[in-house]
Antibody
Framework: EVQLVESGGGLVQSGGSLRLSCVASGLTFSSYAMSWVRQAPGKGLEWVSVISGSGGNTFYADSVKGRFTISRDNSKNTLYLQMNSLRADDTAVYYC????????????????WGQGTLVTVSS | DIQMTQSPSSLFASVGDRVTITCRASQSVSSYLNWYRQKPGKTPELVIYAASSLQSGVPSSFSGSGSGTDFSLTISSLQPEDFATYYCQQSYSTPWTFGQGTKVQI
């Protein structure tokens, strides 16, 4: 069974930085692209970023481009999200999710999802 | 960016009811459309992928259809655990985008 466990969330001031981690188990980690998806309190889902299995390809939502960096360490089965220049509207639960393919191609979906980690940005 | 619009935003139903949720894309996404269920306070879970394929472990009461710009998710007989919020999501092109959600209430 695939399990994803996020950590690193917390309270940070506007303009600050935070690094999220997601440890994966039960899969050949390097064989799958991985994504971050966030959900602001009481709101819907917003895709944030995806990284290919090799780590060579990354894509970002416009709302985080230039501020967030996705990366992975396949030797540690760990996905990261470095978040800089945080703003109040970045406040959300951040989920990591496994993609179906190793690359961010069209035939893709999120399954499973981690339990999420809450990031709160105070202004 | 491809905009995804779901309707209705919320609905009221009873156990045993048949429910249909629709999702419209601002441009064609072929069949690259997925559906997720999020129970209150829980993590989202995949129910339908590639427009009409049922995810393993999901009851056969769930079905998906459509292609191009218009899609639907149907629950043929609502069960108590189906009262949740449902999201469609296109994977045709990045940025991958979600619909705003449809809350199915008792």
């Amino acid at each position: 069974e695939v399990q994803l466990v996020e950590s690193g969330g917390g309270l940070v001031q506007s303009g600050g930085s935070l690094r999220l981690s997601c440890v994966a188990s039960g899969l050949t980690f390097s064989s799958y692209a991985m994504s971050w998806v966030r959900q602001a309190p009481g709101k819907g889902l917003e895709w944030v970023s995806v990284i290919s299995g090799s780590g060579g390809n990354t894509f970002y939502a416009d709302s985080v481009k230039g501020r967030f960096t996705i990366s992975r360490d396949n030797s540690k089965n760990t996905l990261y999200l470095q978040m800089n220049s945080l703003r109040a509207d970045d406040t959300a639960v951040y989920y990591c999710a496994k993609n179906w393919l190793s690359t961010p191609e069209s035939y893709n979906w999120f399954d499973p999802w981690g339990q999420g980690t809450l990031v709160t940005v105070s202004s | 960016d491809i905009q995804m619009t779901q309707s209705p935003s919320s609905l009221f139903a009873s156990v045993g009811d048949r429910v249909t949720i629709t999702c419209r894309a601002s441009q064609s996404v072929s069949s690259y459309l997925n559906w997720y269920r999020q129970k209150p306070g829980k993590t989202p879970e995949l129910v339908i992928y590639a427009a009409s394929s049922l995810q393993s472990g999901v009851p056969s009461s769930f079905s998906g259809s459509g292609s191009g710009t218009d899609f639907s998710l149907t629950i043929s007989s609502l069960q108590p655990e189906d009262f949740a919020t449902y999201y469609c999501q296109q994977s045709y092109s990045t940025p991958w985008t979600f619909g705003q959600g449809t809350k199915v209430q008792i």
